[in-house]
């Protein structure tokens, strides 16, 4: 067992990042870390303690049947050294007055692992903040090779839940199903990775139900009742209404990086098939412009990226009447462009914030420039509301997104336009 856990922590370090402080880089403490809230002094039973951290059997409930052992177990701050992904830079504005962590391993090849933590603070306004803050770091999950999967509303868990399906883009991939959760003064985190699939939230949360139950009366918290799940839209996160490199995939397993600019000036003439001018097409009260390109990946052509126009319109209906015109006119571009090839990929359609509505319609279309070299196009029309957004990539026979990737990005397109 001793080999079986030595080899487990070296693992676990490539799995569960490892925070790294200096003295510059600790967050000012504006509640005081020694002196305990009034309710610790009032009670002789602390408010949390390493007994409140997830054990092999409630790692049982999470997947079972796995080879689960307690990796490591801190009980201050200075020792909780693992981050839940795309919170490896997260620096907490507040001290907590307790800190206490656990990693569990399996030696299973899907290199199945678990990060659990309890912070306590001294009043509910402070731990408010702090999970205010932690959400918006991983909702930005501004992590390479991270990617934002998925999320998941949570209720009857907690105060405040947010849930994030997160893969490292890695060969293998590794998944991560994130759970932030708050309950009165005592904030959790829950980080469960394995290879090839993600662990589904319901067993996450599982997982740590005996945890929260235990401490929420003690930490002014909601107690957990019937736990329930529902499909929802991932977090914004600035620049909100747009993607975000977070939400973009690689192209090469193990290697690549997206980087973004701001929005601006819409300066795109599009492909040739369009049949209008993007920049000066009478109808939007707005329009701009945001462009990705694809870095640190040998395989990718020079300059490879994608555009992303958002068009703003006064009516629902003058949006729709845009997506009609310009849809329409990608897909009937063979009658006045004979060198184009034009292919309509299934539809899509969802609902984003707030349940509105989206829909798009993509395509694949290939313009020959001569009697043997083309360029070819992935492109889509998408609309929601009294917005529209037009997402142009330039790409190639061997380089360029599978149509399940594509369908996610344009997908995800829809949902970020309903959070602007």
């Not at 932030?180 to 993600?198: E, Q, Y």
């Not at 929420?216 to 957990?224: I, S, V």
């Not at 600019?261 to 109808?283: D, I």
Request: with cysteine; glycine share 6%; net charge negative.
């Amino acid at each position: 067992m001793g080999a079986i856990v030595a080899a487990l922590v070296i693992v676990l370090g490539a799995y569960l990042i490892t925070r790294t402080t200096t003295g510059t880089e600790s967050p000012t403490p504006t509640v005081p870390t020694q002196s305990p809230s009034p309710s610790e002094s009032s009670s002789p039973v602390p408010d949390a303690s390493v007994e409140n951290l997830m054990t092999v059997a409630d790692a049982e409930l999470v997947v079972a049947d796995a080879s689960w052992v307690e990796i490591d177990t801190a009980e201050d701050r200075a020792e909780a050294v693992a981050n839940a992904a795309c919170l490896s830079s997260e620096r907490d504005d507040v001290n907590p007055t307790q800190t206490f962590q656990r990693t569990l391993g399996t030696s299973d090849d899907d290199m199945l692992a678990a990060m659990h933590q309890v912070d306590v603070y001294a009043n509910v306004e402070a731990a408010t903040q702090v999970q205010a803050q932690r959400v918006a770091s991983l909702a930005a999950c501004d992590e390479v090779p991270a990617r934002i999967i998925g999320s998941l509303a949570v209720h009857g868990l907690a105060d405040e839940a947010q849930q994030l399906t997160i893969a490292y883009e890695n060969d293998p991939t590794q998944f991560h199903t994130v759970l932030l959760l708050r309950n009165g003064r005592a904030l959790t985190i829950v980080d469960v990775t394995r290879d090839g699939s993600p662990v589904p939230a319901q067993q996450v949360s599982a997982g740590v139900e005996r945890s929260i139950a235990e401490m929420c009366e003690r930490t002014d918290g909601a107690c957990p009742s019937t736990a329930s799940f529902g499909e929802t839209v991932p977090p914004p996160s600035p620049p909100e209404g747009w993607l975000i490199t977070a939400d973009l995939p690689r192209i090469t397993p193990g290697t690549g990086a997206w980087t973004a600019s701001e929005p601006g000036e819409l300066t795109s003439q599009g492909m040739n098939c369009e049949n209008l001018p993007l920049a000066t097409e009478p109808g939007p009260t707005a329009r701009l412009q945001r462009t990705y390109l694809l870095t640190q990946d040998a395989a990718a052509p020079a300059g490879f990226g994608m555009d992303e126009m958002v068009f703003e319109f006064e009516t629902p209906e003058a949006a729709g009447a845009f997506v009609t015109k310009l849809g329409n006119n990608i897909a009937t571009c063979k009658d006045r462009v004979l060198t184009a090839t034009v292919t309509e990929l299934p539809g899509i359609s969802g609902v984003g914030a707030d349940n509105a509505a989206l829909s798009a319609r993509s395509f694949l279309v290939q313009q020959a420039t001569s009697d043997d070299t083309s360029v070819l196009y992935q492109l889509s029309v998408v609309v929601t509301g009294q917005k529209v957004a037009y997402l142009l990539t330039t790409v190639t026979e061997d380089f360029r997104f599978s149509d399940e990737q594509f369908a996610g990005v344009v997908r995800r397109v829809g949902e970020r336009l309903t959070q602007g």
